[in-house]
């Protein structure tokens, strides 16, 4: 009961750093939607952002488009932001994922790679799968003591279509 | 949608007011005002985040740029005014253990 998505929600959008912050915008539109709070919102703002700016810094040579769906369901959100584009080197990716290391002088610290760690901090559940272009599946849980009420009336609903 | 930036400079050191989203569009705008203040020998430059509600991995790319040249003119760099979000921005990456970061100014969320 209530595993199945609630809405589905996809946009598709050029992959260029200007519709970034038109995905961004559009992602928190949906999540105030559901009830998450105002941190939370930011989170995911900050997620589907990195994970549409990787599209467009890293996916095609010659322009392509990223795809966003949302799944929205009883108790969370579940965002995909996937491309066409070249594949990446799993492992080496999550090789490298990691904060910044204070104790390193300046000089070696790199101004790229924080986006895929901030997007697994930020959310709840991350998968990259990496083959014939990139998906990522974001997930961020609802927390219940804060919207209750709005979980409250979605079961309900629920609850009634079944019937 | 732009940046909203502005230079000014006292006796002792520049200051660069910052204000907007600071993504991967926007990002290219700052670097472009605040790498060359780094390049000055010796400089101090203060940058106020007071008006930046938004900032992901491309602008905090861009602080990390700012604080390698920074140390390879010898100048300094320190932020100032983060709001809460922004400030935990820099704290999860640990970037705040690398660049100074002026607690006491800081802008209360809102």
Redesign the interface.
Known sequence: MGNEALDYIEMKVPAKAEYVGVVRLAVSGIANRVGYSYDDIEDLKIAVAEACTNVVNHAYQEGGMIGIGCNVYKDKIEIVVSDKGQSFNLSDVKRKLGPIDGTKPVEELKEGGLGLFLIDSLMDHVEINGEAGVAIVMTKFLKRDEVEHHVDEISASTNAQKQ | ?DLDIRKENKKDFSILYVGG?I???TAPQLKEELLPMTENEGDKILVDLKGVD?I???G???F??A??SA??HNSTIELTGLNS?VKR?FS????D??INIDNEKREEAK
């Not at chain 2, 999860?92 to 970037?95: A, E, F, M, P, S």
């Open positions: 949608m989203e993504d991967a569009y938004y992901d991995s491309t905090l790319g861009i990390i740029g604080l390698k140390k390879s979000r921005l999860i990456t640990g970037l253990e690398v």
